[in-house]
């Protein structure tokens, strides 16, 4: 995921450069004493996207009750949380506060992009590793063709979400002629619809309109006019919940009946609140899990998810967040004495984790090999339609 502001965070960036540059020693320790490792989570708990960090906090925490009965030969993962209040600037903050001053082993955050790129250069000048749950552009692990040794994903990136999209449209919805929205100022929405529109042409559809937006517009009437006058018989729309959910609505207003399929952007109960159920019938996103897949590993999370946290669903915020914990604490155990170079290492050497949202194999670019899941609208509610294997 990746939220749109990047304003600020290059004076951030300098700012915290001297403290980058000699704290780097003082955090390889990572150890909260002799019982307990300490670990860092830097998510948006407030601001525009709070709704993931908030998803994200919980299944973290589940993971990390389950984890510390346990423990991990001998000691428990003690949380360190800070609020980047969904902007790249304070998440840049919150990594240096984390690094220099919390001297964790491993930092988890943040749910989007932007928020965790912001982060990249802190990780990889002080050599401790930073897990984003559900950050998918591809530049965060490898950019330029170079890998950054320090930083690791749970999910899978944007170009498999935008051609798994496409592949649906044309093989299972049979579509030919395809609309594309998009939020102009994320590289999120952009990477997604790149992907998207390349799949979609070589399985022999054509684009026949492409429009944008700017992020927190919240009158979409004209452009989608545009867009309703194209004829399109699928529209791709990769965007935030926030957006999405008015877009969806106002089409439905206007005439556009057309299916709208988008990424785990969408995936907030926020978005049935703001487009409303009826709106979002024939609707699809792709997504890293589905709370109704049948799956026994699956449902086990499902289940004591709801028992801690009073009857709720969660969502795939929540599974990526329960299956970073388990990732990290898999690696942790692997890595010897919990140091962050170690912990790095055997984090990159990941094979065959058996998690919530799939069998996790890290690729030489720091990328989970993993399986999307098709959820299908239905009233206000996600449902279960297809997986789609790598």
């Known amino acids: 995921m990746k939220k749109r502001k990047l304003a600020g965070i290059f004076l951030s960036l300098s700012l915290s450069a001297g403290v980058m540059a000699g704290c780097g020693a003082a955090s390889t320790g990572g150890s ?24 994200i ?21 003690k949380l360190v949380k800070v609020d980047n209040k969904s902007e790249a600037a304070e998440a840049t903050n919150g990594a240096v506060k984390l690094v220099s001053q919390d001297k964790v082993a491993a930092v988890i955050g943040a749910a989007t992009s932007t928020n965790t790129l912001a982060q990249v250069q802190i990780a990889q000048s ?31 990136i944007d170009p498999f979400q935008g051609t798994v999209a496409a592949n649906f449209a044309t093989d299972k919805l049979k579509t030919s002629k395809a609309a594309v929205f998009i939020d102009s100022a994320s590289d999120y929405s952009k990477g997604l619809a790149s992907a998207f529109k390349s799949a979609y042409k070589k399985n022999g559809g054509s684009i026949v309109a492409e429009e944008a937006y700017v992020a927190k517009d919240t009158d979409f009437r004209a452009t989608l006019t545009r867009l309703k006058a194209a004829k399109p018989d699928f529209i791709f729309l990769p965007g935030y919940y926030e957006e999405v959910g008015l877009i969806i609505k106002q089409a439905r207003e206007i005439g556009i009946t057309a299916p709208f399929m988008g990424g785990d952007g969408w995936d907030s109960p926020k978005l049935v609140e703001i487009a409303g159920p009826e709106a979002l019938n024939n609707t699809y996103i792709t997504n890293h899990y589905s709370s109704g897949d049948p799956d026994k590993k699956i449902q086990d999370f499902v289940n004591a998810f709801k028992k801690k946290y009073k009857g709720k669903s969660p969502d795939a915020f929540s599974a990526l967040g329960y299956d970073t914990a388990y990732y990290l604490a898999d690696a942790i155990k692997r890595s010897g004495d919990a140091s962050p170079e170690k912990i790095a290492k055997a984090l990159a050497k990941t094979k065959d ?26 009233d206000g509610k996600q449902e279960f339609n297809t997986k789609i294997n790598p």
Do not use: M, W
């Open 32 to 55: 909260g004493g002799k019982e307990t490792i300490k670990v860092g989570a830097n998510l948006e708990l407030s601001g525009g996207v709070a709704s993931y960090g908030q998803s």
């Open 57 to 77: 906090a919980e299944g973290l925490q589940l993971g990390l009750d389950e984890i510390n009965k346990k423990g991990i030969k001998g000691k428990k993962i």
């Open 126 to 156: 002080n050599k401790v590793p930073l897990v984003t749950p559900t950050g998918t552009n591809p530049d965060i692990t490898n950019k330029d063709g170079k890998v950054n040794d320090y930083v690791f994903r749970t999910c899978f």
């Open 353 to 378: 984790l058996s998690l919530v949202s799939g069998k996790l194999t890290l690729d030489k670019k720091h990328d989970p090999i993993k399986s999307a899941s098709i959820l299908e609208y239905k």
